[in-house]
């Protein structure tokens, strides 16, 4: 269940708010909760990683590659990194 958030706003602002969410055909607590939702999208980087690592698992089945493969592709690159960092 939805839990309720109390704000303070001025006056004027709160009425420029009721009549612009009007306008749009939504109420002011309707515009406030995708303002916050929008909020926290933007900011969250659990939300970030978590998209990305669902790009990249779709992109690496497109390619064939199965979860079986994945622990001697993470050997491999481990080695091609300590055998690129002896170049330096």
């Given amino acids: 269940m939805a839990e309720q ?3 303070r706003v001025n006056p004027e602002l709160k009425s420029k708010l009721n009549k612009l969410a009007m306008l749009e055909g939504k ?8 303002l916050i939702e929008d909020y926290v999208k933007r900011r969250d980087m659990t939300l970030y990683v978590d998209a990305l690592w669902d790009r990249i698992g779709k992109s ?3 390619q064939g590659v199965v979860a079986e493969d994945v622990p001697a592709a993470v050997r491999e690159a481990r080695r091609a990194k300590v055998k690129n960092a002896g170049r330096r």
Avoid: A, G, K, W
Wanted: hydrophobic share 45%.
């Fill in 5 to 7: 958030l109390l704000i």
């Fill in 27 to 34: 109420t002011s607590t309707q515009v406030v909760r995708d």
């Fill in 60 to 62: 690496l089945r497109t």
